[in-house]
């Protein structure tokens, strides 16, 4: 079993809709967890962290962790075409480096 | 204010050959981390490195892989005679401190193994 799970996809939605993603993970040692972008041919690039239960926003962003249930998400309202890329989750242990990530969903939003 | 920055952008080994990947952290880095993407996976973690010290090589494979981060010059990724299984998107990261959330990612260096 994967330490992390994550639908790879791909997800396709029209532009303006909500986006749903979503990971789950085994560890209940992680106190970290992240969502990176991907865009094509590049590096990813740190989105929204958190280390506690609950939501997080960030302007069209919400982050939202359950460890209870080892399950996080992460929301985009109003998408924009500019928002298609692989989305990637991560996490690690608390004040550890060592980077966990989900195998990535990519995501097309259709003008 | 440069990024992380990685050369070669795209590598191409035939098997046997030796391939040096090689990462210039942000300015005011001092940690550098390797990770590895296959295909169809998420990036997995390879080693982290100060300059002059291996923190963690945990997740290195034990032959043919090495790396380095000199008091001068940029961290060095080094793999002896690659096989067709070698071939992946290396990303380095950088940091300023340990926090997870802290690590800078560059654009990645693609290995085609022939």
């Known amino acids: 079993q994967k330490e992390v799970e994550q639908d790879p996809g791909p997800l396709s939605v029209p532009e303006g809709a909500i986006v749903s993603l979503n990971c789950t993970y085994s560890?209940?040692?992680?106190?970290?967890f992240m969502w990176y972008r991907q865009y094509s041919r590049k590096g990813p690039e740190l989105l929204m962290y958190?280390?506690?239960?609950g939501n997080k926003e960030d302007g069209r962003f919400t982050a939202q962790v359950d460890k209870s249930s080892k399950y996080i998400s992460l929301f985009i309202r109003d998408s924009q075409p500019s928002d298609s890329a692989t989305y990637l989750c991560a996490m690690s242990y608390g004040g550890g480096y060592k980077l966990s990530f989900g195998a990535g969903t990519t995501v097309t939003v259709r003008a | 204010n440069a990024g992380v920055m990685q050369n070669p952008r795209h590598l191409v080994r035939r098997r046997g050959q030796e391939a040096r990947l090689r990462c210039s952290p942000m300015?005011?880095?001092?940690?550098v981390y390797w990770y590895r993407q296959l295909p169809e996976e998420g990036l997995k973690f390879m080693v982290y490195?100060?300059?002059?010290?291996?923190?963690?090589e945990s997740g290195m494979p034990k032959e043919r892989f090495s790396a380095e981060f000199p008091k001068e010059g940029p961290s060095i990724l080094r793999i002896q005679q690659v096989v067709r299984g070698d071939s992946a998107a290396y990303f380095c990261?950088?940091?300023?401190?340990?926090?997870?959330?802290?690590?800078?990612f560059g654009p990645g260096t693609r290995l085609l193994v022939l």
């Open positions: 990261a950088s940091s300023s401190g340990e926090g997870p959330e802290t690590q800078y």
């Open positions: 958190t280390y506690s239960s």
């Open positions: 300015k005011g880095h001092s940690h």
């Open positions: 490195l100060q300059k002059e010290n291996i923190i963690d």
């Open positions: 560890n209940s040692a992680f106190q970290y």
